[in-house]
């Protein structure tokens, strides 16, 4: 680790943390640029376990020491800075002590994701980034296998994401799925019965499905609007739903994929 100490907010080292708040920057930054932001240095710990590496890291002074013991013989420039700058750079107070400008890694095939997989969440066009990473802790503290995404589905990786999950989705495999066409044949020929989570007359309540669940399950939540789409309804092979009371119809989509991974979980 190597410690380097930065005064100007404008210097070219900081290029990767600056102006996080700007959502077009951050497009630029971090699905596009190769790079992805994590946040912490619990979550850099749990980024750096699953094989992802530095490009640099952006700390202040008082949490040098905690980033020192995580980082220990890494190679990758350790920028320190004022809280100030912190400040300027990203826009916000950082108070989880350590940025790190993370490399992203290739994204595997979807047939090595699901192979030794018996229960995996589905997520199509979910696009905030806390319901992802909300998603991805439940999936990691219910057991579910594996996280596939759409096409259009927020990026995992985005910084909201990786904080909310508290690092999960490191921990969980996931990858994105092509369109629904391919998508169906490919979990069809790994052998997965594809369930969606959704409102619909036919829907078979939850506890119900329990006890006849598939040995191999994909369970498809959909995004906080308008739900799952036609299509995936259509490729599904039983639509499933959880009974409400209260003249309420459904929960947000993170709480309802927690429901349903402990309903679903394996016994």
């Known amino acids: 680790m190597h410690a380097i100490h930065i005064t100007d ?8 943390y600056r102006d996080l708040t700007d959502v077009a920057l951050r497009r630029v930054l971090e699905p596009e640029g190769g790079l992805y932001i ?14 992802h590496r530095p490009r640099s890291v952006l700390v202040q002074e008082k949490w040098l020491a905690d980033i020192e013991q995580v980082l220990a013989d890494a190679a990758v420039p350790v920028y ?16 989880r002590g350590a940025l ?17 997989a018996q ?13 992802v990473g909300a998603i991805f802790r439940a999936a990691a503290g219910l057991g579910a ?50 369930a969606a989570l959704a409102l619909a007359d036919d829907a078979v309540p939850l506890d119900e499905f329990r006890a006849r669940r598939p040995d191999r399950l994909a369970l498809i939540l959909g995004s906080e609007g308008d739900g799952l789409s036609r299509r995936a309804l259509r ?15 459904s929960l947000n989509v993170a709480a309802a994929s927690a429901v349903a991974l402990w309903e679903l979980r394996a016994r």
């Open 9 to 16: 907010a404008s210097d070219v080292r900081l290029a990767d």
């Open 100 to 116: 790190a400008a993370m490399h992203r890694p290739v994204l595997p095939d979807v047939a090595d994701v699901v192979a030794d």
């Open 145 to 194: 296998d594996a996280v596939l995404v759409s096409p259009r589905c927020a990026d995992p990786l985005y910084r909201r994401s990786v904080r909310v999950s508290m690092g999960t989705v490191f921990q969980v495999p996931w990858t994105r799925l092509p369109e629904w066409g391919e998508a169906r044949d490919v979990l069809h020929g790994a052998g997965f019965s594809l």
């Open 235 to 249: 490729v599904a092979d039983v639509v499933v739903t959880i009974p409400m009371a209260g003249h309420v119809d």
């Open 38 to 51: 994590a946040e912490s240095a619990k979550v850099i710990a749990r980024a750096l376990a699953a094989g």
């Open 80 to 95: 320190v800075v004022a809280p100030e700058i912190a400040e300027t750079l990203t826009g916000y107070a950082v108070h």
């Open 119 to 131: 229960l995996v969440v589905v997520l199509e066009d979910i696009v905030d980034h806390t319901n």
